[in-house]
C-alpha cells in the first residue's frame, strides 16, 4: 500500500520519508532484478556494470506515425464533476468547461481514450539473446497492443478533447516502479484538475492527497486553446500556440522509474500557422514527413532486463540510448525533406545531436525551427548539434533529397555523460543512435518549405515594466542527501508561492553549486528568458533560446531570470527540476493560482 493515501495535515512532513521506507521494504521482499543502494548523503555516483552488448540496425520503426482517432463515444459519458459511482477517481470539476464548450470557442470535445497497462513481452533489441522478451508498462489506443511510446494525438487549437485515461496496471507487480498514476500534458496550457499533479494519483485502491477519492480512470478536459484567452477578449493569442508536446506519467515519488517503464507517448497540436499541411500556413513538412523520436537513457542487467534505482538520490545513468522504444533501430525515409520533432524523455542523460555519414567524418547540417513546444520567431540554418536536456524538445528538419538513393546516415550523440549529475565533454564521432535509410524517391513532389518567418514572439514589456514586476527567488540545491527547493522538500498539500490569477512575474532561479545542472519545468505556460548570469557575470542568452521555453537549463553556479504569465484558469500547479530523480526525490514545489 502507498503511504501517501495516508491523510495528514499541511505541513506534516513525515509521509515522503515514510513512502521511501516503505518502497525500501518492498523491494526487498520481491525478486526483482534491481540495484538496491542505501541513499546517500554526499553525492556520489553508483557504479553499475554495463549493460550486455547489442546487435545494432536489427529494429526497424515504422515509417510513418498514425495518429489515434477519435471515438464516438465514451462508456460511462464524461461528467462535469467526478463519476465515483462508475469508477472515476475524485478529481475536481472541470473548470470553466460550460462557457469554453460552446461552438466557436473550443467546441463539444473530441473523445479519446489511453489505458496504462503492462506489456509482458516487450523487445528492445529484437531477437538479441541478451535481451529477452520483458515486460514495460506503456499505453494502450483503442486497439489491442500496449506500445511505448504510447498512441500519438493530433490535437488542433479550438477543438477541445476529453481524453479518458484507465489505470489498468498490475497492482502486484514485481520490481521497480508504482502502479498509481497521474498523466502530466507537457506543457499544455491545461485546468489545475487535468494537469496530472503528482498527488493526483490514482488506482482502483488508492488515491492521492489531493484526490478526494480513488479510481479506475480519469477524464483529462484539454481545452486546447491559446494561453490568455481573457487577455485577448476571448479570442486567445496565437503567438502562445505550441506544437510538440508528450503526456507522461507524474507520481509523486517515482516518476523516473514508471516513465523509464514507458510511461510516455506524444501529442501534437496544430493550428492556422503549423496547420498539419503542406499546401497550407507555414507548410512545413507534414503528414508521413513529420516525425516524432523519443530518447530515453536505460541500464540493463546482466541478463539484459532493464534495472533501476528509484531509493538511490543519483539515480542511475543509462548506457543504453532507446529510440521510440528500441535500441538502435533503423528508420527508412524517403528522398525528401522532414521534421523530426525529437524528444528527451529521460530520466537523466543530456544529449547533443549530429547527423553523420557511415564514414564518421562529415556531419551535416540541418535547420532547427521549434524550441520545446514552441516554433521559433524564425529557422535556425545550417545547424550541426543540438543540445536536449531531459524534457527538452527540439524540432529540426532533415532535406533527405541532398543524397543519392540508398544512402545510409546516421543520428549520434557527441555528448558525453559519465555520472547523473550533469554532461561532460563533446567528443566525436560519438555513440550512433539511429540509422536512416533513404531507400525510396519521393512518392509525389515535395511541397514542404521551411520559410524565413515561424511564429512570432509577443514583444517584452519594457525595462520599466519589468523592473516592477514582483520576482520570486527558487533556490535548487542539494542537503542532507536530499534534492529540495529553498531548503524545502516537496508537500503536495502545502503551495510555496500563490500567484494572482492573470499576473506576470519574474521567477528566479538559483544553482548555488558547480557539481550539477538543472533542467527546471514550470508547468502551465511557457517563458522567456531574460538573462542569465554565471558567478554573477551576465552571459548570452543563445538564439535557439530566446524564443518560449518550458524547461529552463539552470547550469553550474548560474542564475536564471524568466519572464512568466499566469492566465486563464486557477488551481494547484507544480514547478520542478526534470532530471526525474531529482524530482521524485522532492526538488518540486506546488504553486497555486488564485
Given at each position: 500500500m502507498r503511504k501517501d493515501s495516508i491523510q495528514r495535515e499541511p505541513g506534516d512532513s513525515t509521509v515522503s520519508g515514510t513512502r521511501r521506507t516503505w518502497l525500501k521494504a518492498s523491494i526487498a521482499a520481491t525478486a526483482a532484478p534491481m540495484v538496491l543502494t542505501p541513499s546517500k548523503t554526499s553525492a556520489q555516483p553508483t557504479p553499475l556494470p554495463p549493460s550486455p552488448p547489442t546487435t545494432p540496425w536489427i529494429e526497424e520503426l515504422p515509417t510513418q506515425i498514425t495518429p489515434l482517432s477519435p471515438l464516438a463515444s465514451l462508456s460511462p459519458s464524461?461528467?462535469?464533476?467526478?463519476?465515483?459511482?462508475?469508477?472515476?477517481?475524485?478529481?475536481?470539476?472541470?473548470?470553466r468547461?460550460?462557457?469554453?464548450?460552446?461552438?466557436?470557442?473550443?467546441?463539444?470535445?473530441?473523445?479519446?481514450?489511453?489505458?496504462?497497462?503492462?506489456?509482458?513481452?516487450?523487445?528492445?533489441?529484437?531477437?538479441?539473446?541478451?535481451?529477452?522478451?520483458?515486460?514495460?508498462?506503456?499505453?494502450?489506443?483503442?486497439?489491442p497492443g500496449v506500445t511505448t511510446p504510447g498512441p500519438t494525438i493530433y490535437a488542433r487549437y479550438g477543438q477541445s478533447i476529453i481524453c479518458r485515461i484507465r489505470n489498468e496496471l498490475p497492482q502486484n507487480h514485481i520490481g521497480f516502479g508504482s502502479p498509481e498514476i497521474t498523466t502530466h500534458l507537457h506543457n499544455m496550457h491545461t485546468p489545475?484538475?487535468?494537469?496530472?499533479?503528482?498527488?493526483?494519483?490514482?488506482?482502483?485502491?488508492?488515491?492521492?492527497?489531493?484526490?478526494?477519492?480513488?479510481?479506475?480512470?480519469n477524464d483529462h478536459f484539454y481545452p486546447n486553446l491559446y494561453a490568455g484567452f481573457d487577455e485577448s477578449g476571448g479570442i486567445g493569442d496565437s503567438r502562445e500556440a505550441l506544437g510538440s508536446l508528450f503526456y507522461h506519467d507524474h507520481t509523486d515519488g517515482v516518476t523516473a522509474p514508471n516513465v523509464l517503464k514507458g510511461l510516455f507517448g506524444r501529442y501534437m497540436i496544430f493550428d492556422h500557422l503549423d496547420t498539419?499541411?503542406?499546401?497550407?500556413?507555414?507548410?512545413?513538412?507534414?503528414?508521413?514527413?513529420?516525425y516524432p523520436l523519443s530518447f530515453s537513457d536505460k541500464r540493463f542487467d546482466?541478463?539484459?532486463?532493464?534495472?533501476?534505482?528509484?531509493?538511490?538520490?543519483?539515480?542511475?545513468?543509462?548506457?543504453?540510448?532507446?529510440?521510440?522504444?528500441?535500441?538502435?533501430?533503423?528508420?527508412?525515409?524517403?528522398?525528401?525533406?522532414?521534421?523530426?520533432r525529437l524528444l528527451n524523455v529521460g530520466p537523466t542523460r543530456f544529449y547533443e545531436f549530429a547527423l553523420q555519414n557511415t564514414g564518421a567524418n562529415i556531419v551535416y547540417p540541418y535547420t532547427q525551427i521549434a524550441s520545446d513546444g514552441n516554433l521559433l520567431p524564425a529557422p535556425i540554418q545550417n545547424v550541426l548539434r543540438v543540445r536536449l536536456a531531459p524534457a527538452e524538445r527540439v524540432d529540426i528538419v532533415v532535406d533527405f533529397s541532398r543524397f543519392p538513393l540508398n544512402t545510409t546516415l546516421?543520428?549520434?550523440?557527441?555528448?558525453?555523460?559519465?555520472?547523473?549529475?550533469?554532461?561532460?565533454?563533446?567528443?566525436a564521432p560519438g555513440t550512433r543512435v539511429l540509422k536512416f535509410i533513404i531507400d525510396r524517391p519521393a512518392p509525389t513532389p515535395d511541397l514542404s518549405v521551411v520559410p524565413s518567418a515561424l511564429r512570432p514572439l509577443r514583444d517584452l514589456p519594457s525595462a520599466a515594466q519589468l523592473a516592477a514586476l514582483p520576482v520570486r527567488t527558487f533556490v535548487f540545491q542539494r542537503n542532507s542527501g536530499m534534492w529540495n527547493v529553498n531548503g524545502e522538500f516537496f508537500d503536495p498539500?502545502?503551495?510555496?508561492?500563490?500567484?494572482?490569477?492573470?499576473?506576470?512575474?519574474?521567477?528566479?532561479?538559483?544553482?548555488?553549486?558547480?557539481?550539477?545542472?538543472?533542467?527546471?519545468?514550470?508547468?502551465?505556460?511557457?517563458?522567456?528568458?531574460?538573462?542569465?548570469?554565471?558567478?554573477?557575470?551576465?552571459?548570452?542568452?543563445?538564439v535557439n533560446e530566446r524564443g518560449r521555453k518550458d524547461v529552463f537549463i539552470v547550469g553550474e553556479l548560474m542564475t536564471m531570470r524568466v519572464l512568466l504569465r499566469f492566465r486563464d484558469f486557477k488551481g494547484k500547479y507544480a514547478m520542478h527540476c526534470h532530471n526525474?530523480?531529482?524530482?521524485?526525490?522532492?526538488?518540486?514545489?506546488?504553486?497555486?493560482?488564485?
Open positions: 464524461p461528467s462535469l464533476t467526478a463519476n465515483l459511482v462508475d469508477g472515476e477517481c475524485g478529481r475536481g470539476e472541470h473548470q468547461y460550460a462557457d469554453l464548450t460552446l461552438p466557436g470557442v473550443v467546441g463539444t470535445p473530441l473523445l479519446y481514450q489511453l489505458t496504462a497497462k503492462e506489456n509482458p513481452l516487450w523487445q528492445f533489441n529484437g531477437n538479441n539473446p541478451y535481451y529477452p522478451p520483458q515486460p514495460i508498462w506503456g499505453y494502450e489506443g483503442h486497439t489545475s484538475e487535468s494537469d496530472g499533479f503528482a498527488a493526483d494519483f490514482y488506482s482502483a485502491t488508492q488515491r492521492g492527497l489531493t484526490l478526494s477519492a480513488p479510481g479506475t480512470f498539419g499541411d503542406e499546401t497550407t500556413g507555414l507548410k512545413l513538412p507534414s503528414g508521413a514527413y513529420d546482466s541478463g539484459g532486463r532493464l534495472t533501476f534505482d528509484e531509493l538511490n538520490p543519483e539515480g542511475v545513468l543509462g548506457d543504453k540510448i532507446v529510440v521510440n522504444g528500441k535500441i538502435e533501430p533503423v528508420l527508412r525515409v524517403a528522398r525528401r525533406k522532414y521534421r523530426l546516421y543520428l549520434v550523440n557527441q555528448l558525453t555523460q559519465v555520472d547523473t549529475r550533469r554532461p561532460a565533454v563533446l567528443q498539500l502545502t503551495p510555496r508561492a500563490t500567484v494572482p490569477m492573470g499576473a506576470t512575474e519574474i521567477w528566479e532561479f538559483v544553482n548555488p553549486d558547480n557539481g550539477w545542472q538543472h533542467p527546471i519545468h514550470v508547468h502551465f505556460e511557457e517563458g522567456r528568458i531574460l538573462s542569465k548570469s554565471v558567478n554573477g557575470v551576465n552571459q548570452p542568452i543563445p526525474l530523480t531529482h524530482e521524485d526525490h522532492a526538488m518540486m514545489i506546488r504553486y497555486d493560482i488564485v
